[in-house]
């Protein structure tokens, strides 16, 4: 179809110019294109710019004009070499020759005469999507940097090293693969396409971070651990399920609430927040005293894991059905726990509590509620202590440009993996504004703090871009020089 139309497009293409035909020709009579795609064919190619490469001219004709005419529903795009470059110089010929090898093109057909310019190529539109994917831009960044021009068939080798169980590849060639594999790992680049550079200093403030960041994650997953038993515990309440063992279900929440509090206690909080040490243990003291839940769930660990002869000592003595609230009820072993004799010394003043109120559901919820203010207020004096340095961290990001999410090669012969993501061991803006709302969604600081930490700056923009759609902005640097 030709403006509405049904017509034979190797003639219409024939009335307006010869390149036009040539071009048609081969598409429809060697190609053999099917009679219902629909083409385009590209007559003259010009750049209005006195700085405009062969290079660049590549680059618009991937990312912006191979895109447009596959939205407008074009299958086929075909063109002469002269439609891409009019020149007569040979020198010239063979740059674009080379930057056309680096374009989708599936079919190339020198016509009669075998003149360079009417060369004929053409391009697939349907596999343009995972074009810009397959591009290896740290061997190009290699060769760039290092003066040199890898061999033809590297990247094959490449890959063996990188896919290979025990690849056979010879030694000074796979010297050069390592050099490459370690070059690699240190190429970064950002979200808008510049290379970025790492220097000691940025490790150094990047490190300061991290480690901050480091040890409250430590502290976070021994703490989410305890809310994962405790969410055990009731879901398996909720359900009614009478086959299952309660004391196996509040073995595992009483162990690991033990186990968050004492590392809390004497270890993390000692190592990093030691000027909080005395007013931490008043404070330990006060929740100990003052609440029968936690005081009872902390004694009960030693007591549910050092079992008497050979027998399981037993938390729960039975359970019921609470139709009222289509719940299962756990009642305490209160005559059990008490034949223990460090439980009778620590506990004494609280039998009469337990035997009249023997229901553990309570204690348990009671426990969960103090060890999350004792872990709110850990991570508080622990921030506290830290903001001077996220702050100074987070100034030193912005003025050095750290400013965006990096990426960076992913290849990994270990893991047999190729490609390019988002880098993990780097810092930047986004990953302290990430913490600090993950700090905010805690309770632990509030937007005022935050605000104060950027120096009144907005957030770092979660662009959520792909890491394809990054990628083609290195490419956009690369030929641009942007």
């Given amino acids: 179809m030709v403006n509405g139309a049904e017509e034979n497009i190797v003639e219409v293409a024939d009335d307006e110019s010869g390149d036009l035909f040539?071009?048609?020709?081969?598409m429809v009579n060697d190609y053999k294109i099917d009679s219902g795609s629909s083409i385009a064919i590209i007559d003259y190619y010009y750049l209005y710019s006195s700085i405009a490469t062969v290079e660049s001219k590549k680059y618009l004709l991937t990312n912006f004009i191979l895109p447009y005419f596959k939205d407008k529903g074009v299958d086929y795009v075909g063109f002469c070499n002269a439609g891409f470059e009019f020149t007569n110089d040979t020198r010239n010929q063979r740059t674009v020759d080379k930057a056309l090898e680096e374009t989708p093109i599936i079919f190339t057909k020198k016509t009669e005469g075998d003149e360079w310019k009417s060369t004929v190529n053409i391009i697939d539109l349907k596999n343009i999507d995972d074009y810009m994917l397959e591009k290896d831009y740290g061997l190009e960044e290699y060769e760039k940097e290092?003066?040199?021009?890898l061999s033809d068939n590297f990247k094959e080798e490449y890959d063996k090293f990188i896919f290979e169980e025990d690849p056979k590849i010879a030694d000074d060639v796979l010297a050069q693969i390592k050099d490459v594999y370690k070059f690699k790992k240190n190429l970064y680049y950002s979200e808008d396409?510049?290379?970025?550079n790492i220097t000691t200093e940025d490790r150094k403030e990047m490190n300061r971070f991290q480690t901050i960041r480091g040890t409250f994650e430590n502290i976070e997953e021994l703490y989410d651990r305890v809310v994962s038993s405790y969410k055990n515990l009731i879901k398996t309440s909720i359900s009614q399920d009478m086959e299952i063992n309660p004391n196996t279900i509040i073995g595992?929440?009483?162990?690991?609430?033990n186990a968050f509090i004492d590392y809390l206690d004497q270890q993390w909080l000692e190592r990093y927040v030691p000027n909080f040490k005395d007013n931490w243990k008043k404070v330990c003291s006060y929740i100990y005293d003052s609440n029968l839940g936690y005081r009872l769930c902390y004694n009960l660990r030693d007591f549910d894991q050092h079992p008497q002869g050979h027998a399981a000592r037993q938390v729960i003595k039975e359970i019921g059905e609470d139709v009222g609230t289509?719940?299962?009820?756990?009642?305490?072993?209160?005559?059990?726990?008490?034949?223990?004799?460090?439980?009778?010394?620590k506990m004494k003043q609280d039998?009469?509590?337990?035997?009249?109120?023997?229901?553990?559901?309570?204690?348990?919820?009671?426990?969960?509620?103090?060890?999350?203010?004792l872990y709110n207020l850990a991570l508080s004096q622990f921030v506290a202590n830290n903001l001077e340095d996220i702050q100074e961290v987070y100034y030193y990001l912005v003025t050095h440009n750290f400013n965006e999410r990096?990426?960076?090669?992913?290849?990994d012969y270990e893991f047999r993996i190729t490609g390019e993501d988002y880098a993990d061991d780097v810092i930047t803006t986004f990953d302290v504004d990430y913490f600090l709302h993950r700090l905010e969604k805690k309770g632990i600081i509030n937007a005022q703090v935050i605000l104060d930490i950027?120096?009144?700056?907005?957030?770092?923009?979660?662009?959520?871009?792909?890491?394809?759609?990054?990628?083609?902005?290195?490419?956009?640097?690369h030929l641009l020089g942007r």
């Fill in 406 to 411: 990096l990426i960076k090669s992913v290849d």
């Fill in 454 to 477: 950027r120096n009144g700056q907005e957030d770092t923009p979660d662009i959520r871009m792909a890491s394809g759609d990054a990628l083609k902005n290195v490419l956009k640097t």
């Fill in 193 to 196: 396409g510049r290379r970025v």
């Fill in 326 to 345: 289509e719940r299962i009820d756990y009642y305490l072993n209160v005559a059990g726990i008490f034949s223990d004799d460090k439980i009778k010394k």
């Fill in 146 to 149: 290092k003066g040199i021009e």
């Fill in 351 to 373: 039998f009469l509590d337990l035997q009249e109120n023997d229901l553990f559901t309570p204690y348990a919820s009671n426990y969960m509620i103090n060890l999350t203010i």
């Fill in 22 to 26: 040539t071009v048609a020709d081969v």
């Fill in 252 to 257: 595992a929440f009483i162990s690991d609430g």
